[in-house]
């Protein structure tokens, strides 16, 4: 077991488990804590993969920015405390069923798809994952998505500021 | 590293995020395990790009970066999150504004 | 003579026209002249047509203009004056035309509007008459045949305020309806196989037509004939048609009308001596429709009542006689009990007249010294229908009776026992009316008078009539020349000759006219002196019933019909057929009600649906192939 | 491309307004300048003439298809403008915003009508989806429209989610996000990967959840009913007409390629079913008129899923004819539904009497919506039946679909009878004269393209 | 052009009487109209120059379908019928007050512009179009003027019918697709390529929506509430006129299209509509409202028009295509009375009525005669028709022309009691002091007995004018 494989295991065990606890937390701000967790070891995982420039962003943007917006609402509601108002136990079997019965399927379904079965990731190499090849490619080829995502920023600022804002 | 394992991985983590969706009722948390369900996918297209084998891609000028779509397409699914986060926020802390309460089944007007 | 035939029914038509259009507008007077005077021109032309049919100068068929011609089978509207039609044209214009001039005084007490109405009415009636007899094809008998129905429907309602009245008018149209539809069935028959309808062509043609073919075309219309003249089990009707106004018994339910089945199956001769079946079967109808309806006129105590009991028993004769292959001697009886039957109608029209509407013989008697006239035509009549000799009904019914005998013996045995009760019934009649003293009120006896002229003067023809009608067929063995049966030769000429030598024949005469004798004796005897007047018991109370027929049929037919009715409004339709297409719609809005309970307004449970759909959607994709076979093998 | 432009760049203009200007009313006439503007740029751009000439590779690939939708798309907007944008001002102080948003779904629209590659697809739905949660929130004050926008927006997000797994997984099978694939004949499932159709397969349930097809609409009443009647109407005809361009898009490339590993007709029979059944079945024992069309909406949803079903000449015509009647005679039904203080059946009660015109244009509307001929709604009826019918097979779902349409007739004219043969007291706002002349001219165009379809027709050909 | 400006007139009319407001000049109006429809009819009806009796024009190019209007014999009639009817109806109900007349009479005009096309059209899309269009004024005349329980009833019979319609627009596209040329046009119909298994289906899309509309047992709930629930007016029109429709889209198109599947299943059909005949009659014995007596006889009467259309026997259909004619003339007739009787003593029962001869004895002698005709009695119009039907039917089963025969019987039984209890025996309370009909219904009764008694005469004329449909058809039997 080489020092990649430890890690992946590794960075899997947490991330499947902090998303576990961002679940099951009672108080929110322990689940956002959680979820950061999370958001980090896939940020491992994309190191691993060799994609930096992602690994980077997702520390920034989630796990930084968004994040930290969460946190934010939570404290400015008060949340923190655990009374959240439970759903009744049957609502939550039937989602825990439901959860475990597509994650059978899509398991079982990527399974019987055959012809990925011997293709590896590969790990630790490769240079696609740098900024500098990545940013030539966001200014070439992906020219136009990337001017229209600044119309979605822009809806969404209006938005926030339109919902948000007290009359 | 078997692709397999990362799809697996993903398809975990994606489930946890349904079920977090299914099972909690404080509107945050169902977000935050949208967002759960969004880094997933992130990853697992992080670990396609990654694939040494696609299969059947003809186009020959993307040769030398195979793989970077993806990751770019990483890039902008986190820039839509981000846009998400600001408006699904402003909603639901309108939403608390108004009646106190974060829980998506505290307001039942609408239904039938 | 071209020019001719259509006048016979041209005339009534216009007096039907002119009387019903300008009904509130006539005096009683001029509505009188036109309805007999219609008439009576008709009978003049029909005088005139006859004696061209006699002279041999006469032309089959006269086509008026096409009246229904599709691919395959062409019908005209075609007049056929020949022997039989032309016969038959004396007496319905002949007797119709004394029953209008009877009617003018009988139904004088009539508003002017509904006087007028009574003669379009009859007009009408004799111009349906003479379109059946007329008629060159089935088709066109059939629209005089179903247009001589409504005319007894509207004239034996005639009095629409009574209820019972209009009910028997409906029975009369109802009955006579199910005897057209036999009547319908067989000309489709005909169509079918021959392509045509004309009588010309269907009987030179019998021979295309296979036994079956001719069996099943003469049983059905024979039904036609079953409730046209009143037979077994189609005869309740005519009892109750005496609802109508007297004169109309007299003409319809006597002389003519119910001798339209006569003329029918006597007019098929071509085809119903082709089918012994078909003969036996009206034989047997025939026989016992005489026997059965004799039987109940005994007991009868309503004078018209008996009258229509034994015109049934009559027509059952003629049937016989039909059956029997007697057409002539049918034929000569319809002739001779047209006379003497409509002359014991307008006679007990007459007394009715007379009692001021007193029907029931129980509250008459000793008419004899107030109604002399009517007396004595009366007796002649009853005479006549007993079959005493040299009276016309003699002849016509030995005739049948001695063909009877040829065919089958016991039909005679049978036939002498319902010319016995024939003359019983008729001479209790007459008895229990004429004879005795008066039983009825004081007030009615003051009134008591004879009848005008013109009530009498018809009754006096026709008794001449019923007294020398039969003189026209005088069979060899008494030494006639049998005119008649020549006369009709040619287009009867399917009638098997008489296989009887002349001792045989005259025996059966003997016994025959003993028989009548004697009974009508026995009853005049027994009730001259002590009429029956309480009410019967034992068999004479199922006599008087009726046999209960009519409970019968209602209990059998005409309620369950009625229950079927209400069970189709009230249940099948209601709740069956409206039920399930209500249904339908209720069944909607339930399932709307529950299944937008699904919208339950949780988003949880929306994305649990969504999740588990997801899943669904999964395993469909899975299992594509079974399910995309099951749903071909659908369509 | 130019659409895209300009209807981004109005909006930003717009923006600008609504802190330049103040007097309400302008901002209506400045997004119909907009409009006219973008109709024109858009029009120009079809026939070859372009301002600014954009080489979008293979994101954006224009066909004379997607013109004719985005004109259908721009004019029913403007319709739909001119018919409510007064009423849109009556909703709060952001009147400026909302036309800015408005001009960015139109241009999440324009890119859904001609992206060629999946991370556009996924872009144009994000633009189209964001500013109408917040349009469905904007009556903050209202709770209902308080729970709409958090359930549209959970709910949407969450599709969103399942929509990127999809494209994810596709990007796996492929690895390509081009909509085109150089596919070769080999291999398990004949040249198609599995992850392919898995990621096809999810792609679909969250493109049903767009185009609110059963048994994804769950979202559909409620928020449709939530959102102030104004954006519902916007939400429930353009949008919805978007995604279903971007679906049929999908499936007629991705779907038809795939068709050889997995039945997808058999599947769309089934989603059509059941929208159907839940649109249809639903939508009768409604009490409120609005949440009747919500349901409605669903079942109209149904029958433009015909068309994916089909993907023949008949459906790529037939939804751009059912998109446009649909879309005008759910604006004009809506436009009148404004007007009514109350949406309920009984709100409608006698209509007839006190406001004519308002009833009998409302008829055609719902006559058109119904599929009664001679109104454009049946000839979209007809074009979708005809896509299943030409094909020769599932006759039965073409059965039950017309079984269904009868069903719709139902609650439609529970509507007409409210107005016309029941009597009552409706309340309503002030019905201005133009209002009425712009609903009778709706009404018109209506009948016209009801009665004589070759007037557009030409316009249809690509 | 005469094809095209039958639709039009109507059309225009009835927009135009729309805008008018008042009461009196509406109606002159709408005769005025109604008259020059019947003109145009008339015209018609005696004309031979083929380019006048057709009309054809590109409609849709890209729908396959044309504007194709032609005047057959069968249409001769039937237009005829439609136009007729109408001057009549407005005629004898012309002293009924409604509310919004204009709207009234205009949607009156529509349904039958409605109606006219469905006669003229030879392009199924268009005929499919008229078929819905002569549908929705109906539907709106019936709903805002019925009766009491006007708007279930009529949205009942609304919902019923466009079901019926919608299965068979599904029928028209399959065949469309199975045309050789990819047209709607008539003689494409004709020649469409069906197997045998696709044939049945469609036929039976097909054939349903002209059974509900006809209607056939057990399609028919819909029809006695209509008839009952809408103002007399309009029944007249859907009874008199509309339910043709039907029975002409049989012979128009279902048996020519589908002659084999017409064939195969001609039996059950049949046995169906035989069926219906006596249940319809049996159910009519039990009435108690006139305007359900005769719905119910109506419905009988068409029991027998499809069983004989279905023996496949020329003749049925020669009965058939006259009787569609003479039973609108027949059942119009019937209705003013029923009409005639409601408004003056505001009843439909009959056990409130009776003795009405008395009181109304115009009145009366009319309705006997009408109801004469509705028993079929020979030299009445329907006699010929039912003759030639049974004929039909008889030829193709004798049991089965036998059993449906019995409803003949039945006919007499409750149009005899109708009768009855109407106008014979004593006046009632309500009776007590009736007076006769009025000039203006009297003047339409006549009419209409007139054309009873000379067609029932002289039936000839009408059976050469369609002579041809039904040679036409016979070709076509394989």
Redesign the interface.
Known sequence: MTATEILFWFLSALALFSAIMVLISKNPVHSVLWLIVVFFSISGHYILLNAQFLAIVNLIVYAGAIMVLFLFVIMLMNLNSNNEPQ?NSL?KL??VV??C??LT?MVS?VRSAGEISKSQAVMNEGDIGLIQNLGKILFTDYVVPFEISSVLFLSAMVGAVVIAKKE | MPIQYYIILAAALFCIG?VG???R?NAII?FMCIELMLNSVNLLLVAFSKMQYTPANGNKSLALNIGSDAQIFVFFIMVVAAAEVSVGLAIIVMMYRNVHSTD??FL????? | MGLMVYLVPLFPLLGFLLNGIFRKSLSKSLVGIIGCGSILASFIVSVILFSEVMSGGALAVQPL?????????KIDFAFQADQLSSLFLLIITGVGFLIHVYSTSYMHDEAE?HFARYFSYLNLFVFSMLLLVLGANY?IM??G???VG?CS?LLI?YW????GY??A??KA??MN??G??GF??GI??L??KLGTANYSDVFANVSHLSPTDITGITVLLFIGAMGKSAQIPLYTWLPDAMAGPTPVSALIHAATMVTAGIYMVARSNALYSLSAVAENLVAVVGIATALFSATIAIKQNDIKKVLAYSTVSQLGYMFLGLGVGAYTGSVFHVMTHAFFKALLFLGAGSVIHAIHNQQDIRYMGGLKKYLPVTHLTFLIGCIAIAGIPPFSGFFSKDEILAAAYAANPIYWVLGVIGAGMTAFYMFRLYATTFLGEFRGTEEQKHHLHESPAAITIPLIILAVLAFAGGFVNVPEVLGGHEELHHFLSPVLTTEPAHELDHNTELTLMGVSVIVAFLSGAFALIKYSKKPELDEPKGLGKVLANKWYIDELYDAMIVNP??A???F??NV??KSG??G???GI?TF??Y???R?????????????????????V?????WN??T??NF?QK?? | MNAIIFSAGWGMVMMFCSFLISNKSMYRHIAVIGLLLLLAVNILESGGTSVFHVDAGDMLVYTRFGYVFNSIAIASTLIYVLLTGKDIERLGNYVAEYFVLIFFVLCGVCILSAYNNLLMLFIGIEILSIPLYILTGSDKRNLKSNEAA??YF??GS??TG?MLMGIALMYGGTGTFSLEVARTEVGLYKGVSFLE?IGL??L??SMC?KVSAA??H??T??VYDGAPAVFTSFMATIVKAAGFIAFLKLCSVRMTATSTA??WQ??F??IIIATL??GN??????QSVKRMLAYSSIAQAGFMLFALFSLNEYASKGLLLYAAAYSLATIGVFAVLVKMKDVTFEGFNGLAKTQPVLAASNTIFLLSLAGIPLTAGFLAKYYMLASIISTG????LVVVAVLFAA?SV?YYFRVIQSMYFKTGEPQTETITKSFKIGLVVLAAIIIIIGVYPQAIFSWLYF | MIALLLILVPVIGGLITFSIKNENSVKGFSILVAVITLILALTGLFSNDQSLLHFDASWIPDLGTRITLGLDGMSKMLALLTAVSLPIIITATYKNTYADAGKFYGLMFLCQAGMLGVFLSMDALLFYFFWELALIPAYFLCSIWGGEKRIQVTF?FFI?TFVGSLLMLVAILFIYFKTPDHSFALQSFYHANLTASQAQ?MFWLFFIALAIKMPI??F???QPDTYEQAPTAVTMLLSGVMVKMGVFAVIRWLLPIFPAASQSNSSVIITLSVIGML?AS??A???DDIKRLIAYSSMAHMGLMCAALFANQ??GI?GVLIQMFNHGINIIGLWIVADAIEKQLGTRKFSELG?L??KA?TLAVLFVVLC?ANVA???TNA??GE??M??GL??YN?VM??IA??S???A??YT??MI?KI????TVALTENAHDSSFNVNVALVILVIVVIVLGV???PM??LT?GN??LF?TKIP
């Not at chain 3, 299944?595 to 899943?615: C, D, E, H, P």
């Not at chain 5, 106008?423 to 004593?426: A, P, R």
Request: glycine fraction near 6%; charged fraction near 10%.
């Open positions: 759903r609502i039937a989602g439901a959860g019965l597509l399927v379904a | 349904v969706v299914l099972i009722r169902i998506v089944n039942n007007r609408l239904k039938n | 203009f096409q009246f229904i011609n599709v691919h395959d089978f509007e088709v059939f629209i045949w179903e247009g409504l429907y309602g629409f305020k009574n209820d209009n009910y008018a409906k149209f109802v309806r199910i057209d539809l319908l069935l489709f028959w169509l079918s019909v009625i079927l009715g209400s189709f409004k099948i339709e057929i409206d399930f297409v209500n719609g909607i809005q399932s709307s009600r299944l937008r309970l699904v919208q339950n307004g949780k988003v949880g449970t929306y994305i649990l649906f969504m999740v588990f759909s997801m899943i959607l999964w395993l469909i994709f594509q192939t399910i995309t749903f659908i369509f | 958090l359930k959970l709910m969450f599709s399942i159709i397969l999810l679909m349930v959840f048994p994804f769950f979202w009443p409620d997995i039945d058999l599947l029979a089934i059944l839940f079945i639903t939508a009768i024992f409604q097979h599932y006759i039965w069903v139902y | 009942k019923y289906w047992f057990p028919h709930t819909w249940y049996l159910i014995m039990r009435q020329q003749v020669q003795g001869a008395q004895p004469l009695l020979p030299l006699f010929v003759f030639l049974f004929n008889f030829r004798p022309a036998g025969g019995i003949i019987i039945l007499a039984v005899l009691n009855q106008f014979y025996g004593n002289y039936p000839q059976i050469d002579q039904a040679n016979i």
